[in-house]
């Protein structure tokens, strides 16, 4: 006991509290299982950053020296292979549980007053997502990932005002050289991250302090209770699906193990170049509408998306009805549609 | 659902997730670990040889460790130890080595292969004391010529300096002296003084014995080149060779891994290894070059190779890789078409004609010592087998201009006429020639049919907008030929006249027949 | 709706039910801990530097060049002497360094066992101790693998340079 006491007035933290703070009740609109999309991303970003960590032991973020890094990880080093392998299946099953849980949000008029907020922070982490995914995949220093890389930064170039600038910053001079890869790795593993983290801290402590939005279904009893604790009722839920997610990454890891294609060559642009399919959209929309225009309308896009629940308040006050569901579904099906045509390309 | 099921199905997922890590455990113990650049390993008996010889030669010993031999240990000791009694075996820092390395050195590791390949006819190069090459060698041009012309491909006999008493000189530190006109020597069919015959440093040159140099083309080119056998020029206007150069700079012949397969590690183009040496799906690499060709190509008179059908399946099922049955039966048609038009057409005769003219004793037993011996060699040491090996390979130039052209010519031109000089009043000799001459190949010199003559014509008078191209033999006044002042006149000297004693048979003798 | 209603109560009291919480509770925290420590297990083997890769194979001689009942020593690149002993069954290589006090040991062809001069230790053509000190202490000679290929005798082994 003295021992105990001992910890206690050393680190003054009462578990009792934590106990009952974790068991606030939650709506039960959450046992449903498409409600806990929102845990999967963190869940995953935890798997990524493990996964992360141990990769950047054996990984030199030098352009002569990374490709054969990441050979040597593939081939040479001890399960190297399914360390690199979870950390694709992950980031990939991140962008697709990102996605699908923002989708949920909007669809469920989730980001609506007092959660606007909330939903900017939730849209910056779906485009910090997407830039890890980018800055992951051109670490590789493949033929596609270099000139992925190049593609993009080129891209940037094209902004109006800024784009020149900002594009030389992203590459560390005005064309791709020895500082792009350095560049891209700190963001990967350096600010990205820390981003994440920021955001994500916020993002829950929205959810905290708002609580989440609830909803009623027509299959429930109006006498039971209207909710459950969240410790230990939601948080095993959330387990059920986390030891789910680590037998699915680790199965498609062995399974379909990332292969390693034909080093970056600055020299030769491979026939075909095609970014990662979470970016197939962008690249379709960039053969469509050309390249001026492509970046205006994107630039414009993610401006609504980030700050949607006031474009949303603005809509619903000109158009007199609310055009979140049926302006979402035109989108999504649009973006799948894009996305398709270009998997679909050769 | 209940907590409680809630969590026997967490624990229930998290043996399945203990499952799916034991099968990844497993999958990584299949794992083939490459990447792994092996040492090179200097053990016991080799390192003071190399510690020395890395001062002395540092060629040889940088290009020992950067090969093979270096990454499992074998040493400089390993091949050049010698035994008690051998004859080039002397003291070297404390230990009996001997300067040549041999097919029975080598062979003491590589026992299939140096057997196999002492068998080759690759290894028999050497043998060639009897031949014309060696009169021609030795004795037309001379013995240095020899020793440094032909025997460093052929190989030389090895041999020791003597002193007085017949007992081989040593030098003061007791090493044996080698005959410098037989070594250095690394010509592909020598003999050994330990009676092992060939090389193999003549394809796997040491010191390094890199295998990827042994399947390049340039390294059979040190001996298949020239006037007599172009093999490797042949292969280079070949399809095949076109293929190898791109396919080389685009570094899809993967020629350094240690299992090389057509049709599974490369597919691109062969080298001459592919066809001749290396291994495909269905047969393993053979070190007899010779296992999967059908024809000799290098006599007077092609022959068929001995079992020339089953080294035919060999060779096709090689080129099956690449080429459907048909393809590659065309092909054969037409190389064996080619072989055959050459020994009817030319050798043939031609050696009716030789032999006739030495049983008349219009030409001595001496070879090379009569025009018209240089003259038939030419034919067939040369130009016939560049006609018969660019067949054989698809070198079409090789085939027509450089081949079945100058081969008409040395016959129609050179042969024939100083055969007929020499036969001047042997009747039997003239005879033989004019037989030779009736032969259906050989008619149109005497009359060309008027439709063949017509064809000719008209197509210069099309393609040039000229007269004729071709002169028909003189005495067939060509008929419906413009009269000669449509010929161009001065402005086009080249064009030939025609030389009468060169198309017009002399007066013809009564065949005997 | 039963089963639903169970969800928002309160923890059960009642001896069966909290022995079935109390089993519940241990099959999930046991099947955490052995699959995640696992993984860490997997994790640590990513991490920790291999050596085992570093084998590789060395050329030490021919069978058809040792007799039968024979040794002969092997100099390793790293300076290591090791006998190759053949026997009927095979070959066995063994360090020449005695396990007791690092004496070099000799192999005698008379009787086929291995001597350590320093304090009369015997080991059998496997290595095994027979007397002597290394007896007493039941250390065997080292061994190393031997793998042939052919009439080719290779050692494997980490080589450094």
């Not at chain 1, 986390?242 to 062995?254: D, Y």
Request: net charge neutral.
């Amino acid at each position: 006991m003295t021992a105990m006491e001992w910890v206690k007035s050393r680190f003054p933290v009462d578990q009792q509290s934590i106990i009952l703070r974790l068991q606030e009740p939650v709506p039960n609109h959450l046992k449903r299982w498409w409600w806990c999309l929102g845990g999967m991303p963190a869940y995953l970003f935890i798997i990524q950053v493990i996964t992360g960590v141990i990769l950047a032991f054996y990984y030199v973020p030098e352009p002569s020296r990374a490709y054969e890094s990441v050979a040597r990880i593939s081939h040479e080093i001890p399960l190297g292979w399914w360390v690199r392998s979870l950390h694709k299946w992950s980031a990939n099953l991140m962008i697709v549980t990102v996605i699908l849980h923002t989708m949920r949000v909007f669809f469920t008029g989730a980001f609506r007053a007092p959660r606007e907020l909330n939903w900017i922070f939730g849209a910056l982490l779906l485009i910090i997502t997407l830039v890890f995914g980018f800055t992951g995949y051109s670490l590789v220093y493949e033929q596609l990932a270099y000139w992925g890389a190049t593609v993009a930064t080129n891209l940037a170039d094209t902004v109006p005002l800024v784009g020149t600038y900002i594009a030389r910053f992203i590459r560390g001079g005005s064309e791709i050289g020895p500082d792009t890869l350095t560049r891209f790795f700190v963001f990967h593993i350096g600010i990205l991250p820390t981003l994440v983290l920021v955001f994500l801290s916020l993002h829950i402590l929205m959810v905290r302090t708002h609580g989440v939005t609830e909803l009623h279904f027509e299959d429930e009893d109006p006498k039971e209770k209207q909710t459950f604790r969240f410790y230990p009722d939601h948080i095993l839920t959330e387990l059920m699906i986390g030891v789910g997610l680590l037998i699915a990454i680790s199965a498609v890891a062995v399974i379909w193990p990332p292969e390693l294609s034909e080093k970056a060559n600055p020299l030769v642009t491979p026939a075909h170049i095609k970014p990662e399919w979470y970016f197939y959209f962008t690249f379709r929309w960039l053969k469509i509408a050309g390249l001026n225009a492509a970046v205006l309308t994107l630039g414009l896009a993610s401006a609504i998306f980030v700050f949607w629940p006031f474009a949303d308040k603005a809509l619903t006050r000109v158009f007199k009805r609310d055009l979140t569901v049926p302006l979402g579904i035109v989108a999504v099906l649009g973006i799948f549609a894009l996305t398709i045509w270009e998997a679909m390309a050769h | 659902m209940s907590l409680n099921a809630k969590r026997i199905i967490v624990g229930l997922l998290s043996f399945l997730f203990l499952v799916t890590l034991i099968i990844v455990a497993w999958v990584e113990g299949l794992q083939e670990r490459v990447g792994f650049d092996p040492l090179p390993v200097l053990s016991g008996d080799n390192r003071p040889c190399f510690t020395c010889h890395q001062e002395k030669t540092p060629g040889i010993a940088a290009q020992w460790a950067d090969g093979m031999h270096a990454k499992v240990g074998v040493g400089c000791y390993d091949c050049h130890l010698a035994e008690k009694g051998d004859l080039d075996a002397w003291h070297h820092e404390g230990k009996l080595i001997s300067t040549l390395v041999t097919p029975k050195d080598c062979g003491r590791c590589h026992k299939d292969i140096s057997a196999e390949f002492q068998k080759s006819h690759h290894a028999k190069a050497g043998q060639i004391l009897g031949s014309l090459d060696n009169v021609l060698g030795e004795i037309v041009e001379g013995p240095a010529a020899a020793h440094a012309g032909c025997q460093q491909c052929h190989g030389s006999k090895i041999a020791f300096q003597k002193d007085d008493r017949g007992e081989i000189k040593k030098d003061k530190n007791g090493k044996p002296l080698l005959e410098p006109t037989t070594w250095p020597n690394t010509g592909i069919g020598r003999l050994n003084h330990d009676g092992s015959i060939g090389t193999c440093s003549a394809c796997h040159s040491r010191h390094r014995f890199s295998i990827e140099m042994a399947r390049r083309p340039d390294n059979c080119g040190k001996c298949h080149l020239g006037p007599d056998h172009p093999q490797k020029e042949i292969y280079e206007e070949s399809k095949h060779g076109i293929a190898f150069v791109t396919a080389d700079q685009q570094g899809l012949m993967k020629m350094s891994e240690a299992e090389w397969v057509v049709g599974e590690t490369y597919n691109s183009a062969p080298t001459c290894a592919t066809c001749h040496v290396s291994a495909t799906k269905n047969q393993p690499a053979s070190h007899n070059p010779g296992a999967r060709i059908t024809w000799t190509l290098r006599p007077v008179v092609s022959k068929r190779q001995e079992n020339w059908e089953d080294k035919k399946r060999a060779m096709v099922d090689v080129c099956g890789n690449c080429h459907a049955p048909d393809w590659i039966a065309g092909h054969y048609t037409q190389y064996d078409n080619a072989v055959n038009l050459y020994n009817d057409k030319f050798a043939k005769p031609a050696k009716r004609i030789m032999d006739a003219l030495k049983k008349a004793k219009l030409v001595t037993a001496t070879p090379f010592d009569d025009k018209i011996e240089w003259t038939y060699f030419y034919l067939w040491h040369h130009e016939g087998r560049r006609a018969r090996m660019g067949a054989s390979m698809m070198a079409p130039d090789y085939t027509q201009w450089h081949g079945f052209f100058e081969v008409a010519e040395r016959f129609y031109q050179e042969l024939i006429p100083e055969a007929r000089e020499l036969a001047h009043n042997h009747p039997q000799v003239e005879a033989v020639i004019a037989q030779v001459l009736e032969m259906e190949p050989h008619r149109w010199k005497k009359e060309m049919s008027q439709a063949e003559l017509e064809r000719v014509r008209s197509f210069y008078k099309q393609r040039y907008g000229q007269g004729e191209g071709a002169h028909p033999p003189a005495g067939t006044p060509p008929a419906q030929t413009p009269p000669p002042a449509e010929t161009p006149p001065a402005a086009e000297p080249a064009e030939p006249t025609p030389q009468p004693t060169d198309h017009q048979p002399a007066p013809a003798k009564p065949s005997e027949v | 709706m039963d089963k639903k209603s169970k969800f928002n109560t309160e923890t059960p009291t009642d001896p069966a039910s909290t022995r079935r919480e109390f089993m519940s509770n241990v099959f999930m925290g046991s099947g955490l801990v052995v699959s995640h420590l696992f993984a860490a297990g997997l994790g640590i083997r990513y991490l920790y530097p291999s050596e085992k890769d570093a084998k590789q194979r060395l050329f030490v001689g021919l069978k058809s060049e040792i007799a039968p009942g024979t040794a002969f020593t092997y100099q390793a690149p790293g300076g290591q002497s090791i006998n190759i002993v053949r026997q009927t069954t095979g070959f066995i290589a063994l360090s020449d360094v005695c396990p007791h006090l690092g004496c070099r040991v000799h192999f005698e062809p008379s009787n086929g066992t291995f001597i350590c001069p320093c304090h009369d230790g015997h080991f059998d053509a496997n290595g095994s101790p027979i007397s002597g000190p290394p007896a007493e202490m039941g250390a065997a000679l080292p061994k190393y693998d031997i793998v042939t290929d052919g009439d080719i005798i290779y050692l494997e082994m980490v080589v450094k340079s």
